[in-house]
T-cell receptor
Framework: AAGVIQSPRHLIKEKRETATLKCYPI?????VYWYQQGPGQDPQFLIS???????DKGSIPDRFSAQQFSDYHSELNMSSLELGDSALYFC????????????FGPGTRLTVL | AQKVTQAQTEISVVEKEDVTLDCVYE???????LFWYKQPPSGELVFLIR??????QNEISGRYSWNFQKSTSSFNFTITASQVVDSAVYFC??????????????FGKGTKLSVKP
């Protein structure tokens, strides 16, 4: 069965650089979520999209932005990177918004030097 | 406010022992969903189970079982006859239907389970 695809799997950036993470949800899933998991931490919700519209926003810094495109893939754009942005970034997709199981991608490990 | 508490930070057991992971949640919504996810050392998050607030039936899937009790706001997870491959961090999570989370998951801090041979 098709799973959520995230690219790249690993990314190394310098402070103050920008990064773009991509997510391809499971086919026919119309809801995408982004989470950030710091070392030894639980995943924290950043932002979600339903049918290409932003549906909810969590603890996402103003330096980050995201969108969902017409083919339902989503991108998380991160600017002015800081050391504290080093984390595992997960994308999850769900067949419906609100309360349904979310299937997670393998994550993108971002390291900011 | 919504919250998930996993009081056990780390648990260590010997293979074939049974182990229960505790999860207590807080929510003001009457409609909500509870989840368990497994995160093995490789890092991916694996969906294990979803329960809605109207379904208090316990569930068993192989060596895994879940006990949902609304009276104590708990959703505990038991692994019977644990195996080394069960070693992972297990997260309990909450999603509300109409409350602040609107579908996104609120995770507990996780319980790290180590199963020794």
């Amino acid at each position: 069965a098709a799973g959520v695809i995230q690219s790249p799997r690993h990314l190394i950036k310098e402070k103050r650089e920008t990064a773009t993470l991509k997510c391809y949800p499971i086919p026919r899933h119309d809801t995408v979520y982004w989470y950030q998991q710091g070392p030894g931490q639980d995943p924290q919700f950043l932002i979600s999209f339903y049918e290409k519209m932003q549906s909810d926003k969590g603890s996402i810094p103003d330096r980050f932005s995201a969108q969902q495109f017409s083919d339902y893939h989503s991108e998380l754009n991160m600017s002015s990177l800081e050391l504290g942005d080093s984390a595992l970034y997960f994308c999850a997709s769900s067949p419906f918004s609100g309360g349904h199981e979310q299937f997670f991608g393998p994550g993108t490990r971002l390291t900011v030097l | 406010a919504q919250k998930v508490t996993q009081a056990q930070t780390e648990i260590s057991v010997v293979e074939k022992e049974d182990v229960t992971l505790d999860c207590v949640y807080e929510t003001r919504d009457t409609t909500y969903y509870l989840f368990w996810y497994k995160q093995p050392p490789s890092g991916e998050l694996v969906f294990l189970i979803r329960r809605n607030s109207f379904d208090e039936q316990n569930e068993i899937s192989g060596r895994y079982s879940w006990n949902f009790q609304k009276s104590t706001s708990s959703f505990n997870f038991t692994i019977t006859a644990s195996q080394v491959v069960d070693s992972a961090v297990y997260f309990c999570a909450l999603s509300e239907e109409y409350g602040g989370s609107q579908g996104n998951l609120i995770f507990g801090k996780g319980t790290k389970l180590s199963v020794k041979p």
